[in-house]
């Protein structure tokens, strides 16, 4: 695997004054998922370049081929999370070392089995452990600890909503 680096401090400022100067900013992401056939649970993930398998485990019907769909969402609010970390160091002029992210979601089943109405299908609760290291004060990782949380676009999703339209569309069988 070939890496490239790229000076993250000049591409935040370089992209946020394009974005300042009226560039398009809106961009779209996508992704396909399809039923592995012959699984019960496994499903195939094509996104962008990038394919991978989410499935249950067998307590769930699955066979654990890959991740489930809840430990996704954990993984891409704590990527997110660190990714926000390193954009928005580098826009505050703030030297991060090492940045992790230990994410912890709590589900009640009786939820995703419509056993109780009243509880939600998602998680609970969802705690995050953020822990990073550098030469900066606490008072100033504070500061960027507080626009990480106000600037993470999976957060946003998560904590302010966004809107969710579905079309099913129902085929024949061949």
């Given at each position: 695997m070939?890496?490239?680096?790229?000076d993250?401090?000049d591409?935040a400022k370089?992209?946020?004054?394009?974005?300042?100067a009226?560039?398009p900013?809106?961009?779209?992401?996508?992704?396909e998922?399809?039923?592995?056939p012959?699984?019960?649970t496994?499903?195939?993930?094509?996104a962008?370049?990038?394919?991978?398998?989410?499935?249950?485990?067998?307590a769930l019907g699955?066979?654990?081929?890959g991740?489930?769909p809840?430990?996704?969402?954990?993984?891409a609010?704590?990527?997110?999370q660190?990714?926000t970390?390193?954009?928005?160091?580098a826009?505050?002029g703030?030297t991060?070392?090492?940045?992790?992210v230990?994410?912890?979601?709590?589900?009640?089943?009786?939820?995703?089995f419509?056993?109780d109405p009243?509880?939600?299908a998602g998680f609970?609760?969802?705690?995050?452990?953020l822990?990073?290291?550098?030469?900066?004060?606490?008072?100033?990782?504070?500061?960027l600890?507080?626009?990480?949380e106000?600037?993470c676009?999976?957060l946003d999703n998560?904590t302010a909503g966004?809107?969710?339209?579905t079309r099913?569309h129902?085929a024949?069988?061949?």
């Amino acid at each position: 695997m070939t890496t490239t680096t790229i000076d993250l401090p000049d591409l935040a400022k370089q992209t946020t004054e394009q974005l300042a100067a009226g560039a398009p900013a809106r961009v779209g992401f996508r992704t396909e998922s399809r039923l592995t056939p012959g699984t019960n649970t496994a499903v195939d993930i094509t996104a962008g370049r990038h394919e991978f398998t989410i499935d249950e485990p067998p307590a769930l019907g699955g066979e654990d081929t890959g991740a489930n769909p809840v430990e996704h969402l954990l993984a891409a609010l704590s990527a997110c999370q660190v990714i926000t970390v390193r954009v928005w160091a580098a826009k505050l002029g703030l030297t991060v070392d090492t940045v992790a992210v230990d994410a912890h979601g709590t589900l009640d089943l009786r939820g995703f089995f419509g056993v109780d109405p009243a509880v939600r299908a998602g998680f609970q609760d969802i705690e995050l452990d953020l822990t990073l290291t550098g030469p900066e004060t606490e008072e100033a990782y504070a500061e960027l600890i507080r626009v990480v949380e106000a600037q993470c676009p999976v957060l946003d999703n998560l904590t302010a909503g966004v809107p969710v339209t579905t079309r099913a569309h129902v085929a024949a069988a061949a």
